[in-house]
T-cell receptor, first 115, second 112 residues
Framework: DTGVSQDPRHKITKRGQNVTFRCDPI?????LYWYRQTLGQGPEFLTY????????KSRLLSDRFSAERPKGSFSTLEIQRTEQGDSAMYLC?????????????FGDGTRLSIL | DAKTTQPPSMDCAEGRAANLPCNHSTISGNEYVYWYRQIHSQGPQYIIH???NNETNEMASLIITEDRKSSTLILPHATLRDTAVYYC?????????????FGQGTELSVKP
C-alpha cells in the first residue's frame, strides 16, 4: 500500500516531555498537511507545506509546536513540553498541487496521550 | 468556521440507499464541495468532490443543486461497513493550499 504513512500510531508520554511524529506522504505529492482531532470533533488544520516550504500555520500551532519538511518528502511534527490539552489524534494528509482540485489523502494518524 | 451544515446523525437499513444532505448556502463560485468519511480510529477517507455537475465514482454519487446551495451524497447500497462519520466540506483557496475545514459531520449508522 502506498498511502500516507504515520509513525508511531500511538504515543503515551508524561506531561512536560517532548514528542516527535513522522509522516511519509504519497510519493509524488508535493503538498503535506497536519491536522489535529480531539474526541468527538472534526479534524482541525494546523499547518501545510508545499515542497519544503511551510506556507501556512494555524493559530492553534503554539510556540511549543514545530513542523519541518526538510527535503520536501517526509515531515515531522514536534511538540515540546507537552500539556494535558495536547492529547489528541494528529493526522497527516498529502496532495498534488496543480490546476485542478486534487483531494487530500489522509494517514491513520498518531494518537497522543499525555499522562 | 465550517461553511456547511449537516444533520448530526442518520440511520439507514443495510442494502438501501443512504442519502446524506448538506447545506452550503454561502458557497462561492469557484469553491468545490468535498465529501470525506471517517471510520472509528482511522483517518478521514476521501469519497468524492464536485463543483456544479453531478459526479459519480465507485464509492458514491454527489448531487449538487443548480444554485449550488446544497448537495446530497448517495451511497447506493449501504453496507454495515459504511457506518462512519461523513463530512461535507466546502474547500476554499485551493491555490493557497486549500486546507480543509471540517464541521461536526453526520454520523451514519447502517443497521441490518
Amino acid at each position: 500500500d502506498t498511502g500516507v504513512s504515520q509513525d508511531p500510531r500511538h504515543k503515551i508520554t508524561k506531561r512536560g516531555q517532548n514528542v516527535t511524529f513522522r509522516c511519509d506522504p504519497i510519493s509524488e505529492h508535493n503538498r503535506l498537511y497536519w491536522y489535529r482531532q480531539t474526541l468527538g470533533q472534526g479534524p482541525e488544520f494546523l499547518t501545510y507545506f508545499q515542497n519544503e516550504a511551510q506556507l501556512e500555520k494555524s493559530r492553534l500551532l503554539s510556540d511549543r509546536f514545530s513542523a519541518e519538511r526538510p527535503k520536501g518528502s517526509f515531515s515531522t511534527l514536534e511538540i515540546q513540553r507537552t500539556e494535558q490539552g495536547d492529547s489528541a489524534m494528529y493526522l497527516c494528509a498529502s496532495s498534488l498541487a496543480g490546476q485542478t482540485n486534487q483531494p487530500q489523502h489522509f494517514g491513520d494518524g498518531t494518537r497522543l496521550s499525555i499522562l | 468556521d465550517a461553511k456547511t451544515t449537516q444533520p448530526p446523525s442518520m440511520d439507514c437499513a443495510e442494502g438501501r440507499a443512504a442519502n446524506l444532505p448538506c447545506n452550503h448556502s454561502t458557497i462561492s463560485g469557484n469553491e468545490y464541495v468535498y465529501w470525506y468519511r471517517q471510520i472509528h480510529s482511522q483517518g478521514p477517507q476521501y469519497i468524492i468532490h464536485g463543483l456544479k455537475n453531478n459526479e459519480t465514482n465507485e464509492m458514491a454519487s454527489l448531487i449538487i443543486t443548480e444554485d449550488r446551495k446544497s448537495s446530497t451524497l448517495i451511497l447506493p447500497h449501504a453496507t454495515l461497513r459504511d457506518t462512519a462519520v461523513y463530512y461535507c466540506i466546502v474547500r476554499t483557496n485551493y491555490n493557497q493550499g486549500g486546507k480543509l475545514i471540517f464541521g461536526q459531520g453526520t454520523e451514519l449508522s447502517v443497521k441490518p
